[in-house]
């Protein structure tokens, strides 16, 4: 049989490998042919699993003999989702992300090892490549933010670092705990962590809620963020808030259901999933950077998600997988576009940036579109996820779950007034300093178009979890 799975890893290893041999022109070539191949396979698994109505497949490769644990790769619901987004992601990113930059080689070397990174940790069989994926992600980024990114770069990554390797820790901790208690890494194996004593659980519970609160991040492990999502380059902050934030969702989404004692803690998840999001809504309203702002949404959005796996329930956790998925093509969508309108203006000041709709038509209304997506207007994939995850959320925990939609309305009130200071205005507007690509639009139109063929057929990929 083929080793499909094997092969998503692979591709961009033997693309990473000539990117490092081959000249500069080649690099983002390289890049897209990888991104290209990866998001291929993707929908080729997906009109598989719609076919079938499944989505299993797992492979296993000698590792650690000794210890008796395998390089198991597996593929389920959840996985397959969030290496579709990956792929989505990477692609447009490869494609379209290199807006402004001039280290096009050292760019699409480090999208190339993140491609490595997030192929592994979403299709690993076992928490220990879970891991090993993991740190290759932290590193690939840190150089994002550190060699390719602006002004406060250096500052904004060493904070990064910090947070990471501190979450990478608690994730080994985590680890170390559980096959001491379980004798095994497998995810399956987590089902039966109520046997293990009530200490080490709690240990176990704790070093798994930092090391993936951290790199959501929720509240109040959030502080790297704002910097990091600001100075990295737009290709870098893609895929920082498109995927990197999904590790700990995934991470959350696999542990969490077993970790947590019981239904009554549960309810304390889902309270700071809420103080999370609004937290994120009252700092990003304080904003005038467009971005920096992003970066806040971005946040929000991922305490929705944490809301939907401390339900509980089917549905509430089915929600946050299908979240996860429109949050990392949204975010990518919008981040992209003002990384485009600060290329086309040089600004992002909200209070400087003047009248794009005028001069920028569509950067402006992609923009727009995108305030909408977030926000869950029917026919875009975010409704679909925002509306499983707050059914979920009211079924567990009847009306409070529904508390924090009103951080939702803030983000669009929020949105509303971006647009309405910086795209409108007939008297005043900024001068276009460049003209984006024809790549850079065609990477804005594939990410619209998956957000809207998935939000209005949703069922190609929740058919799977029936």
């Avoid at 500069?24 to 390289?30: D, E, I």
């Avoid at 947070?163 to 089902?191: G, K, N, P, R, V």
Wanted: hydrophobic share 60%; proline share 3%.
């Amino acid at each position: 049989m083929f080793p499909i799975l094997l092969s998503l890893i692979a591709i961009p290893v033997i693309f990473l490998a000539a990117s490092a041999l081959l000249g500069k022109r080649f690099s983002k070539l390289l890049a897209c042919a990888s991104t290209a191949l990866a998001l291929a396979i993707s929908l080729y698994l997906v009109a598989s699993s719609f076919s079938s109505g499944s989505a299993s497949l797992s492979e296993s490769y000698p590792f650690l003999a000794s210890l008796s644990i395998n390089f198991s790769l597996r593929l389920t619901p959840v996985s397959l989702l969030l290496i579709t987004m990956a792929s989505i992601v990477l692609f447009v990113a490869a494609l379209a992300g290199d807006i402004g930059e001039n280290s096009t080689k050292k760019s699409s070397f480090l999208l190339l090892l993140f491609q490595v990174a997030a192929m592994g940790i979403f299709l690993a069989g076992n928490l220990l490549v879970f891991f090993v994926f993991w740190d290759i992600a932290l590193v690939a980024s840190f150089f994002f933010i550190n060699v390719l990114g602006s002004g406060n770069r250096k500052q904004a990554s060493l904070k990064f670092l910090i947070y990471e390797i501190f979450a990478s820790s608690m994730l080994l901790l985590a680890i170390i705990l559980l096959y001491t208690s379980l004798h095994s890494l497998s995810f399956s194996a987590l089902q039966n962590l109520s046997s293990v004593s009530g200490s080490t659980r709690l240990a176990v519970l704790i070093s798994v809620l930092l090391a993936f609160f951290i790199n959501m991040p929720i509240f109040p492990l959030h502080s790297w963020m704002p910097d990091a999502y600001t100075e990295a380059p737009t290709r870098g902050t893609m895929l920082l808030s498109g995927i990197l934030s999904k590790f700990g969702g995934y991470g959350a989404l696999l542990v969490l259901p077993y970790a947590i004692p019981s239904k009554s803690f549960a309810v304390y998840i889902a309270a700071l999933a809420a103080i999370s999001l609004f937290y994120a809504a009252f700092s990003m309203l304080g904003q005038k950077d467009i971005k920096r702002a992003l970066a806040y949404s971005s946040m929000l959005e991922m305490g929705i998600v944490l809301l939907g796996i401390s339900s509980l329930s089917q549905i509430g956790i089915e929600g946050a997988a299908f979240a996860m998925f429109a949050y990392g093509i949204i975010m990518a969508l919008m981040f992209l576009d003002v990384g485009a309108l600060f290329y086309s203006f040089g600004e992002r000041d909200m209070r400087v940036l003047k009248g794009a709709l005028i001069e920028a038509k569509g950067l402006a209304y992609a923009f727009i579109f995108g305030i909408f997506a977030m926000v869950g207007v029917p026919l875009t994939s975010v409704f679909i996820g925002d509306l499983l995850v707050f059914m979920g959320a009211f079924s567990s925990f009847g009306v409070y779950g529904l508390v924090p939609l009103a951080a939702v309305i803030l983000l669009g009130a929020y949105f509303y007034f971006v647009v309405e200071k910086s795209f409108y205005g007939s008297k005043e507007h900024s001068k276009v300093i460049y003209v984006i690509s024809k790549t850079q639009s065609a990477g804005i139109g594939t990410l619209i178009f998956f957000m809207l063929l998935f939000g209005m057929l949703p069922f190609l990929l929740l058919n799977m979890f029936a």
